[in-house]
Each structure stands twice: as structure tokens, then as C-alpha cells.
């Protein structure tokens, strides 16, 4: 459990920050009086998170595919898996 929440714990810290800024954004939008302006922030968050999750996921679960590979003592394993995701980008 307590390395769950190592990786878990900065994930949802980024996410925290994220929701922070965006209610910055729309504070700041907000003064406009621009109803669909506001409303533009707010339908695009939720989309973000979205795509910001996702990227998580796979970091996280990328990532103990390669540590687990190399506690196996598998590097040659780790080294294609980095690069079959790197170069997929």
C-alpha cells in the first residue's frame, strides 16, 4: 500500500493544482461577464482531466512494467519496452 500511494499521492497533486488553475482562469474570465467564455472554461476542463488521467495511467502502469522488468533482471526487456513507447510518440 505505501507505494501505491507514492505514485499516487503526486498524481493527485497535479490534478489538485490543475483544478486550482482553472478556477483562477475562471475567476479571471469571469470578470468579463462573458457568459460563454465562462462556459468555454468550464465544458474544457473536464476534458482535460480526462486526457491528464489517462496520462497517468499509462505513466504509472508504464512504469511498473519497467521497474518490475528490471528487478526480474531484465533490462534488455525494460530497454524495448522504453522504446516501443518512446517511439510511438
Known amino acids: 500500500m505505501p507505494v501505491l500511494l507514492k505514485n499516487a499521492l503526486p498524481a493527485m497533486a497535479a490534478m489538485l493544482m490543475v ?7 475562471t475567476f479571471f474570465i469571469g470578470q ?26 499509462f505513466g504509472i502502469s508504464g512504469t511498473s512494467v519497467i521497474l518490475r ?10 530497454k524495448k519496452y522504453v522504446l516501443s513507447v518512446c517511439g510511438a510518440v
Open 69 to 78: 522488468a528490471m528487478g526480474e533482471s531484465r533490462t534488455e526487456y525494460a
Open 19 to 25: 483544478l486550482v488553475y482553472n478556477l483562477a482562469d
Open 32 to 57: 468579463t461577464h462573458d457568459a460563454l467564455q465562462v462556459a468555454a472554461v468550464s465544458l474544457a476542463t473536464p476534458v482535460f482531466l480526462i486526457f491528464m488521467a489517462v496520462g497517468t495511467m
